[in-house]
C-alpha cells in the first residue's frame, strides 16, 4: 500500500467508521494508527490532522500490527456491510461481538503468528 492509495481508499472508509463510533460512544475514545509507510506518509498524515482527530499519533501504535493488517480489516469490511447500523453503544458492541464471533478462526490465527 502506498500514502495515495491510502488517502483515496482506506482512510475514508475508516473516516466512515468513526462517524459511526462518534454518534455511539463516549466522546475522548481513540482510532489507532501505527507506523506504516502509507500511514506515516506527508500525504496521510495531512489527511489524519484535517479529517480525523481521533487517530493516535502514528507512533503509539506498533507497525505492521497483526490486529491492524488482519483481525480490524476483516472486521471493518464486515461492519461496512452490516445493516442496520448501530444506533448506540450497546448496539455497537453487539454488532463488534456478532462480527468477531464470525471470524474464522484460522485468520485470527494466522493473525497471531504474522
Known sequence: MN????????????????????????????????????????LAQ????????????KDEWPPNSPVDYHVWGAMLERYKIFNPK???IEDLKNVLQVIWDQLPQVSINQAIIV
Open 46 to 57: 495531512d489527511f489524519i490532522a484535517i479529517n480525523c482527530s481521533e487517530f493516535t499519533d
Open 86 to 88: 448501530t444506533k448506540n
Open 3 to 42: 500514502a495515495k492509495l491510502c488517502v483515496e481508499t482506506l482512510l475514508p472508509r475508516h473516516f466512515r467508521l468513526i462517524e459511526d463510533c462518534k454518534s455511539v460512544l463516549p466522546s475522548g475514545f481513540i482510532f489507532p494508527q501505527n507506523g506504516a509507510n502509507a500511514h506515516s506518509a506527508k
